[in-house]
């Protein structure tokens, strides 16, 4: 039963504004029997999101869109799939889809099931609740393009302490004023 977890890459296409390239990614294992619900909240994690009130959506190949129903309070557009009842069963090995998180800043990804399946006994050592990620690579974009703590988007970046590491508390080895013998 494990055996049959799919693997799938997602890929970081573009978002707030701008095509990211190259583009950061992750792999995820996933249960066929996890919903689209719990592959975007851990897409959403995986990807370093702190602030998860958002809107998001599946659009699959077919242009069918998944996305929680609640949010549309009986209007959802016709063929809309509920996020948390539809399960990544539906998805072949091969396939594509997209995700989209935050339909006003439009972080889309490109999501890719993989050909084999995956172990998530071998990959995590147990069986994980929900998706999980196991492989990445590149620079996570913080998701309203803040660069540090306090940036509004106009103001110069802060100039790095004179002594290296000197502002930190002296909590490790090389944090801290160092004291001469």
């Known amino acids: 039963m494990s055996r049959s977890w799919l693997s799938i ?67 959802a557009p016709e063929g809309t799939l509920d996020g948390h009842s539809t399960r990544l069963s539906r998805l072949k090995a091969g396939e594509q889809f997209a995700y989209v998180f935050d339909l006003g800043d439009n972080w889309e990804h490109l999501c890719t099931v993989g050909e084999r399946r995956v172990d998530p006994l071998e990959e995590f050592g147990e069986t994980p609740s929900r998706p999980e990620p196991y492989w990445g690579w590149g620079t996570l974009q913080d998701q309203y393009g803040r660069r540090w703590d306090g940036d509004e988007g106009e103001s110069r970046m802060p100039k790095r ?12 080895p090389l944090w801290g004023e160092r004291r001469r013998g």
């Open 9 to 75: 890459r997602v890929d970081l296409v573009s978002g707030h504004g701008a095509d990211l390239w190259p583009r950061p990614g992750r792999i995820l294992a996933a249960a066929r029997t996890h919903s689209f619900a719990q592959l975007a909240q851990a897409i959403d994690l995986a990807f370093g999101r702190w602030d998860l009130a958002h809107l998001h959506k599946f659009t699959l190949t077919d242009q069918t869109c998944v996305n929680p129903l609640e949010w549309w309070d009986g209007e």
């Open 161 to 172: 302490p004179p002594r290296g590491l000197g502002d930190l508390p002296p909590i490790l």
